[in-house]
């Protein structure tokens, strides 16, 4: 099947790498015309968009400029986040940490949501995927506290507004990744191997995701093959949430 997105405006943030680039190429395959957001220089889409996710004006700013450009928009993937190395136990995280968190991760999604979808209302409806993870469903003994807190509020917020928009033909959900093969997750675990095997051997596939395999989760919710599925906990992780143990 292709072209599931053909005429769809796609706003993606966290564009520059991981899920998001991802994302980027597969929305691409698939028709869309493709808005990157991203701190970085972001490749291959329809408009590269420099911008901090955490900041309203900028946030407001970018769905401008989609609009402007494009006339429409039919799809946000708000997708920024980060996983700081400092972000531990509750007992050891330090509040600035706490907060830069809550601000990418949470914040954002709030500035992108509050700022994208009166555009997708003026459009007539459309999809927001919001990227939280499977920790908003579990609990970790080797915790980062400030990241699962904040990806469990996307959670909530992602429920709240699907249900609020509803009769407006916007679906809102939020898509929860296990663990991905991106240079953040790589970069975390390079400093932390036993870490990294501890978190390993929960997978009941014996491997963690690809990016692209996050992304066509993203690519479902996005497309009208998704138009009965709304305020979701879509976890796209391998199993991982569902295993007490896993194979030998």
Known sequence: MSGRLDGKVCVITGAAGGIGAAACALFAEEGATVVGVD????????LALAADVADEAQVASIYAQASEAFGRIDVLFNNAGISP????????????VWEHVQAVNLRSVYLCCKHGIP???????????????FVAVMGAATSQIAYTASKGGVLALSRELGVQF?????????????????????????????????????LPMGRF?????IAHGALFLASDDASYVNATTFLVDGGLSSAYTTPL
């Open 166 to 202: 509803a009769k407006e033909n916007i679906r809102v959900n939020a898509l929860c990744p296990g663990p991905v093969d991106t240079p953040l997750l790589r970069e975390l675990y390079a400093k932390d191997a036993e870490q990294a095997q501890r978190r390993l051997v929960h």
């Open 39 to 46: 701190l970085r220089d972001v490749a291959d889409v329809d």
């Open 209 to 213: 995701a690809e990016a692209r395999e």
């Open 119 to 133: 555009h997708l209302q003026a459009s007539g409806g459309g999809s927001v995927i919001n990227t939280a993870s």
């Open 85 to 96: 190395t400092a972000d531990g136990s509750v007992v050891d995280t330090e509040l600035d």
